[in-house]
């Protein structure tokens, strides 16, 4: 999980006034749990119903925040298993090539904001 996964659910809780009981009680998982995300000390990334409950309450995009986490939205993982043979020269090429991830993502947002 990314560092800014539990700051940036930290941050947002506060402005929105939530305690981390009530946040946790309102998307129904412990409190300390909640306290583990936000300072970076969970086991393994929340599930996708959590994240999206997070996102929810927070006013967080869902799809972003679950990516944030390092998780693969459901919906992508059908069709990221289609490609599952190149997907790793795809990030090691991206890895390897900063402008080239750029001009991916660059992309992206365009058709993405164009629709």
């Known amino acids: 999980m990314n560092n ?6 930290r941050d ?22 909640l306290s583990k995300l936000e300072n970076n000390r969970a086991e393994y990334a929340p599930k ?3 994240i999206r409950n997070l996102a929810r309450y ?3 995009n869902p799809e972003e925040l679950i990516f944030l986490a390092g998780r693969i939205p459901h919906q992508e993982e059908a069709f990221l298993s289609q490609y599952y043979k190149s997907m790793p020269m795809l990030f090691r090429r991206m890895r390897e090539n900063p402008e080239f991830a750029r001009e991916v993502f660059q992309a992206a947002q365009e058709i993405g904001s164009s629709r």
């Open 4 to 9: 800014a996964f539990g700051k940036l659910i």
């Open 48 to 50: 996708e119903d959590v």
């Open 12 to 33: 947002r809780r506060k402005d929105k006034g939530y305690s981390q009981r009530k946040l946790a009680a309102l998307i129904k998982i412990d409190f300390t749990y």
């Open 58 to 60: 927070l006013d967080l």
